[in-house]
């Protein structure tokens, strides 16, 4: 049972349809056979993006210096989820999805229409914990802000006690307010090591019914703030790709690192022009392309609203992918992690 199938099907499953009908109404003659192998191969070649919303407030938006949502990462303002659902909307026009996950405490608040609006339009949403929840902490205190403010919600519990409850909660969240099935997994933060060596960790995730985490973020050189980025820097980020491409761990969990850099990098630590933001992932998908990679896009619509209100961004996503049609399409991480396991 895994908790990301049915509610929509990857977009690279129109293709499979496709072909299963015309082997069927002409018969399968050789040359359907060989055609079909031949479009199998060719969609190897073809790079992923996946554009990804982590629906959480984050610190220092929308002004610098407001640290609560630390507390309260859940606590989703009217800007966030109406840009959310304003995204959602623009790449679907596009023929495309966001990959969303969602804090649990999300579901808490009184309307999730917004929400259950985006699952309606085909937009998976996956679990990203209900606290936002730091799944390598090794004391409790340290597992989420929350949990040191008020060390009452989590006395008596282990570090994995926690945590497992943490994600299994969100799931539960998830079906009963917005009727989905949690769409995989996904680190709070991510880490240069992401799971690796850590099979306690991929066991709980592949117990609660994940075949798939993203966890891994690649180090990179990063410009100080207020400072533009030099092209050793735009470099360096293309380099880490490499670092950031799918894989299975040794426990049959895959991983699918999220792509640098990521808006929280860009725009909140290093104050970046979005000019910059824009060819960093412009340079990124170049790459994708030519090396037939993944681009896992990582964001965060409490950070764009601010940002990038005009949503320039996941339009020129769609506009870089929509230019290079025969190398690139747009997927979600289900799709990316669906390649993994048939033997890539
Ligand atoms: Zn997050």
């Known amino acids: 049972m895994t908790p990301q199938a049915n509610h929509h099907q990857p977009l690279s499953g129109h293709a499979a349809s496709r072909r299963d009908f015309l082997a069927g109404a002409a018969g399968v003659s050789l040359a359907a056979t060989l055609g079909a192998r031949t479009a199998a191969a060719n969609d190897e070649q073809v790079?992923?993006?996946?554009?990804?919303?982590?629906l959480e407030m984050s610190r220092h938006y929308p002004q610098r210096g407001m640290t609560e949502w630390d507390y309260q990462k859940g606590n989703l303002n009217e800007e966030t989820k109406r840009y959310s659902l304003e995204a959602a909307k623009r790449v679907r026009d596009r023929g495309g999805l966001i990959h969303f996950f969602?804090?649990?405490?999300?579901?808490?608040?009184?309307?999730v229409d917004w929400l259950r609006e985006i699952a309606e339009m085909g937009h998976p949403i996956g679990n990203?914990?209900?606290?936002?929840?730091?799944?390598?902490?090794?004391?409790?205190?340290k597992v989420q802000f929350r949990f040191a403010r008020s060390p009452w919600l989590v006395a008596g519990q282990s570090v994995e006690q926690i945590i497992r409850e943490n994600i299994r909660i969100t799931s539960a969240a998830l079906q009963s307010r917005v009727k989905v099935k949690a769409a995989g997994f996904r680190t709070p933060g991510g880490s240069?090591?992401?799971l690796n060596g850590r099979e306690d960790l991929q066991r709980l995730l592949l117990d609660l019914g994940f075949s798939w985490v993203s966890s891994g973020y690649p180090p990179h050189q990063s410009s100080p703030p207020e400072t533009p980025p030099t092209d050793e820097i735009f470099a360096s980020i293309v380099d880490a790709l490499p670092s950031a491409q799918p894989y299975r761990y040794p426990t049959g969990l895959v991983?699918?690192?999220?792509?640098?850099?990521?808006?929280?990098?860009?725009?909140?630590?290093?104050?970046?022009?979005?000019?910059?933001?824009?060819?960093?992932?412009?340079?990124?998908?170049?790459w994708c392309v030519s090396h037939h990679g993944v681009f896992d896009f990582l964001c965060h619509p409490s950070i764009m609203y601010v940002e990038d209100p005009g949503f320039e961004v996941v339009d020129h996503i769609c506009d870089l992918v929509a230019a290079d049609k025969d190398?690139?399409?747009?997927?979600?991480?289900?799709?990316i992690a669906a390649r993994v396991s048939s033997g890539q």
């Open 47 to 54: 790079a992923q993006i996946a554009i990804t919303f982590d």
């Open 327 to 335: 190398r690139a399409k747009l997927t979600t991480l289900d799709g």
């Open 102 to 111: 969602c804090v649990g405490r999300v579901l808490e608040q009184e309307n």
């Open 255 to 286: 991983e699918v690192p999220m792509s640098p850099i990521s808006d929280v990098g860009a725009f909140r630590t290093s104050r970046w022009k979005r000019a910059d933001f824009l060819k960093s992932i412009r340079q990124c998908i170049q």
């Open 192 to 194: 240069r090591t992401a």
């Open 128 to 141: 990203h914990t209900y606290d936002h929840v730091n799944v390598w902490a090794s004391e409790p205190d």
